[in-house]
C-alpha cells in the first residue's frame, strides 16, 4: 500500500516535517478531517513497525508525541465546523486501557456533526460510564479499547449500565484497533465502528438524523 508524505513523516518519525506538512496542508485549505486521517495512517505504519519488532516501546512514545504536535494546529478549524447539538454521546477509553487518540478522534467528529460528547477520558471505571449516563440523560455510549486484553473490562463496563437498569434507555458503539463484530458479539454492545465515521453514521441513524 503508498502512503501519503504526510503518513510516512508520522512512521518514519520525522517530527518537523510532519508538522511542517500539516501547516502546508491547512495553509492550502485542506479539510482538517482529512489531514487527521492521514495522521492516523502514519500510526497505523507505526503500529506495523513495532508488531515487526523494527521499532521498540521508545519509538511507540515519540509517535504519540508526534501526532499530538502535528495534530494541535487542526483543533481549531475542527471546532469551527461544529453545528447544533442533536443528541448526547458518553464517551471513553474502558479500564485499563490509556490510549487515547481514536477516543479523541470520535469527540472530534462527533461534535462536529452535532453531537455532544461527554469525554470521560482514558482508563474509565465502570460505574464512570453509569454515572455519566444518570447526569446526562445520553442515549448513546462510545467506548474504545486498543488492547485486546480489556474486552472483559469492556464487558464488564457493559454489564454494569446493565445492572444499573439504563442498558434499553443506551445504543452502544465500540471500536478501536482490534475491535471487530466478534467483540461486538462477545461484550455485549449494539454496533461495531472502524472509524470515527461509522459512528458518526450509527449515532445519526439512532437520533434519526439525515
Ligand atoms: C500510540 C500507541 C501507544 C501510545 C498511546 C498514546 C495515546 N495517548 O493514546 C502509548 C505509547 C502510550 C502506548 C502504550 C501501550 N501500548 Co500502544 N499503541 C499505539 C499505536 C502505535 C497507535 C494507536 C493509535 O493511536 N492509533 C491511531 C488511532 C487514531 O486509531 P484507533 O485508536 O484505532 O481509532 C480509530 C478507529 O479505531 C475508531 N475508534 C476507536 N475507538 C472508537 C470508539 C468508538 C465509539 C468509535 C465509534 C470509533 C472508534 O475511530 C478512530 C478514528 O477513525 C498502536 C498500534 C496500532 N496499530 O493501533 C499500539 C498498540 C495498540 N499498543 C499496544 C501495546 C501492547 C501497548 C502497551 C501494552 C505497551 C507496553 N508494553 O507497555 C501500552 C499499554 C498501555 C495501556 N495500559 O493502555 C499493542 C496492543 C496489542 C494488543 N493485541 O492488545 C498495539 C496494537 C501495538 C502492537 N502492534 O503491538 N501505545
Request: hydrophobic share 45%.
Amino acid at each position: 500500500m503508498s502512503h501519503s508524505p504526510l503518513a510516512l513523516a508520522v512512521g518514519d518519525l520525522e517530527e518537523d516535517k510532519a508538522i511542517t506538512l500539516v501547516l502546508d496542508k491547512l495553509a492550502k485549505g485542506e479539510p482538517a478531517l482529512a489531514i487527521l486521517e492521514e495522521l492516523q495512517a502514519g500510526m497505523a505504519i507505526v503500529g506495523q513497525r513495532f508488531e515487526e519488532c523494527e521499532y521498540y516501546l521508545s519509538e511507540l512514545i515519540y509517535s504519540a508525541d508526534i501526532f499530538k504536535k502535528a495534530g494541535a494546529p487542526l483543533q481549531d478549524e475542527l471546532a469551527r465546523c461544529a453545528p447544533k447539538s442533536f443528541g448526547t454521546l458518553v464517551l471513553g477509553t474502558v479500564k485499563n486501557d490509556i490510549h487515547d487518540f481514536g477516543k479523541d478522534i470520535v469527540a472530534t467528529v462527533m461534535s462536529s456533526n452535532g453531537i455532544k460528547v461527554v469525554d470521560l477520558g482514558v482508563n474509565v471505571e465502570h460505574q464512570a460510564f453509569v454515572d455519566a449516563i444518570k447526569e446526562s440523560g445520553a442515549t448513546l455510549v462510545g467506548m474504545s479499547c486498543l488492547l485486546t486484553t480489556v474486552f472483559d473490562d469492556m464487558k464488564a463496563a457493559i454489564q454494569a449500565i446493565k445492572d444499573a437498569g439504563l442498558r434499553d434507555q443506551v445504543t452502544i458503539l465500540i471500536g478501536g484497533g482490534p475491535v471487530d463484530e466478534a467483540t461486538r458479539d462477545y461484550v455485549g454492545a449494539d454496533h461495531y465502528c472502524r472509524t470515527a465515521q461509522d459512528g458518526v453514521a450509527a449515532a445519526k441513524q439512532v437520533l434519526g438524523v439525515s
